[in-house]
């Protein structure tokens, strides 16, 4: 398998005897073991979130790891007596990762194993290799980006906003009007290469085409003068989201054809890929095309940009070879799309 | 299963992923464009809600989605491949 597909991107840690030296539960002046704080803020940097699954007091717990002023760190974190493999659930579901993507470190090999058995794609490292976490390659990232340093906060403004919308009391509309969802359209620019090709392998669902493409060939793309690559950075009143969506137009030769667009898993249900296609539409009709294509392959993740197209009256132009790839079509005689309510679309190519 | 019925029932589905009240959900506008403005998310979240409630795949059926015209039409292709025993 690809290395580069089997990248941590949460740690899940233990507490009693992990995390720290001590039980809490106990009695134990528990201590954070030597250099944890500075694992901790590496992996952080680097993109990986921490989050915690400890059969303890919830705020016994965390308020220890707050007078340790590491709380911040730990996303979801999931303190009480359910079993560790429920708190790992709940963890994935929580920040939307699969349970691939998570790994837990825990001193009892009982827990362990119950993991290993119960949830086994999660993967699972005895404490005692804590200090050697930094350096396996699976916790080191292909590329630092600048979003994978605020990945974390990322989530987070991402969380809060999942909490207003469970506190919300009204129609689904009105609460994407109450975020202020903005949305910048832009040109690509080369140094948005990187984080175009993390979102590309990153992204399993908004995945119009399901195909992984590396920063050397998303830097031909931007450098091609016939291709026009867009990206969507999306803010809203609980903060920044950053590079949340691309779409990729070949121009010539015409019709113009999307051969790519996608949005990150995190940012779906907000209009980022109704404010991409909308844009490419006007755009595409503004400078006299007719019609514009799209490819697109269906799998079983990718629902919603099925959906997405069909929403905006795509229908299939032609079917390529055989592994479920089409071609769509749409009219684009059909007047001006206008962009979605909710959505604050600032444009600049 | 009438039409009437699995009509009745997707208008209430609809009007709770919408949050609003079903009567306001008009059955026979388009349910994109011009009518609702259901945006992806939402129309994904709708198909998975009838695939649970009736255990049909309308995306695996109906591969160009025709039938998502408006509630009416999707009730009726709904109504159709459920059918009665």
């Known amino acids: 398998m690809d290395q580069s597909n089997n990248k941590v991107k949460c740690l899940v840690w233990d507490l009693d005897n992990t995390l720290w030296e001590g039980i ?177 392998w990153r992204t399993s669902q908004l995945n119009a085409t399901a195909q992984s493409y590396d920063a050397t060939q998303v830097r031909e793309w931007v450098r091609d003068p016939n291709r026009l690559v867009l990206v969507g950075v999306l803010s809203d009143r609980f903060g920044d989201h950053g590079t949340v969506g691309v779409v990729v137009v070949r121009k010539e030769p015409r019709p113009w054809l999307i051969e790519v667009l996608l949005v990150s898993c995190r940012a779906l249900g907000r209009g980022v890929g109704e404010g991409l296609l909308t844009f490419v539409l006007n755009h595409a009709r503004d400078k006299g095309e007719q019609r514009l294509l799209a490819r697109y392959r269906r799998t079983a993740a990718n629902r919603a940009v099925q959906l997405l197209y069909r929403s905006y009256e795509f229908y299939l132009y032609t079917v390529v070879g055989d592994d479920d790839s089409r071609v769509l079509e749409c009219d684009l005689g059909r007047g001006l799309w206008p962009y979605p309510s909710w959505l604050a679309v600032e444009t600049s190519l | ?58 995306a695996e059926k109906d591969l160009s989605l025709a039938c998502m015209e408006s509630l009416a039409r999707l009730a009726a292709f709904v109504a159709k491949h459920t059918g009665g025993s």
């Not at chain 1, 308020?63 to 979801?76: K, P, T, V």
């Not at chain 1, 303190?79 to 691939?100: D, F, T």
């Not at chain 1, 509309?173 to 993390?198: G, K, M, P, Y």
């Not at chain 2, 699995?6 to 011009?34: H, K, N």
């Open chain 1, 24 to 200: 809490l539960l106990e009695g134990d002046r528990v201590e954070l073991k030597p250099f944890v704080p500075e694992i901790l803020h590496a992996l952080d940097r680097r993109g990986v979130l921490h989050s915690i699954a400890s059969y303890n007091i919830p705020e016994l717990a965390l308020n220890r790891l707050g007078e340790f002023g590491i709380l911040e760190y730990f996303l979801c974190p999931q303190v009480g007596y359910e079993n560790k493999p429920q708190q790992i659930l709940a963890i994935s579901r929580c920040l939307g990762l699969r349970l691939k993507d998570l790994a837990l470190i825990d001193d009892d090999p009982f827990q362990r194993e119950q993991v290993r058995q119960v949830v086994p794609d999660v993967r699972t490292y005895p404490s005692a290799e804590y200090r050697d976490l930094t350096s396996k390659p699976e916790f080191q990232p292909t590329v630092v980006t600048p979003e994978a340093a605020s990945r974390r906060s990322l989530y987070q403004s991402s969380l809060k906003r999942d909490q207003a919308e469970r506190d919300f009391v009204g129609s689904r509309l009105s609460f994407l009007i109450s975020c202020n969802l903005r949305l910048t359209i832009r040109s690509a620019r080369v140094n948005d290469v990187e984080r175009i090709a993390e979102l590309v």
């Open chain 2, 1 to 58: 299963m009438s039409q009437s019925e699995v009509e009745e029932r997707l208008q209430m589905m609809l009007a709770e992923i919408m949050g609003v009240e079903p009567a306001t959900v008009d059955r026979s506008a388009p349910l994109f464009r011009g009518g609702l403005e259901l945006d992806s998310l939402s129309a994904v979240q709708f198909l998975a809600e009838i695939e649970k409630e009736y255990g049909i795949d309308v």
